[in-house]
């Protein structure tokens, strides 16, 4: 059974910083672009970020370029969102997803079969 579980998720204030990450079980994830999607209350889930299986290419939603990055680690066994100068706009169910795409250019959560159960993330003074 395919599991993705992201963790790091949690309450912080505003201008903070967290690092999500995204491991999986049951899957080769070194084979799989990664990305994270954010799914805020009232809202359509959104991906913010990709990066490739080799991890060379990545791609981010234009109002979070520059606040936020992804990575994976040199096994490319497990992938991160490093979100740093958080507001409450970035208040957000987080998920990772992965399917074998380049990620040279953001898609849509249909794009992705496998998907972890989601982390929350609550930006609030």
């Known amino acids: 059974q395919v599991q993705l579980v992201e963790s790091g998720g949690g309450l912080v204030q505003p201008g903070g910083s967290l690092t999500l990450s995204c491991a999986a079980s049951g899957l080769t994830l070194r084979y799989y672009a990664i990305s994270w999607f954010r799914q805020a209350p009232g809202k359509e889930r959104e991906e913010i970020s990709c990066i490739n299986s080799a991890g060379g290419v990545t791609n981010y939603a234009g109002s979070l370029k520059g606040r936020f990055t992804v990575s994976r680690d040199i096994d490319k066994t497990t992938a991160y969102l490093q979100m740093s100068g958080l507001t409450p706009d970035d208040t957000a169910v987080y998920y990772c997803?992965?399917?074998?795409?380049?990620?040279?250019?953001?898609?849509?959560?249909?794009?992705?079969?496998?998907w972890g159960q989601g982390t929350q993330v609550t930006v609030s003074s």
């Open positions: 997803a992965a399917e074998p795409l380049t990620c040279t250019t953001l898609g849509e959560a249909a794009d992705y079969t496998y």
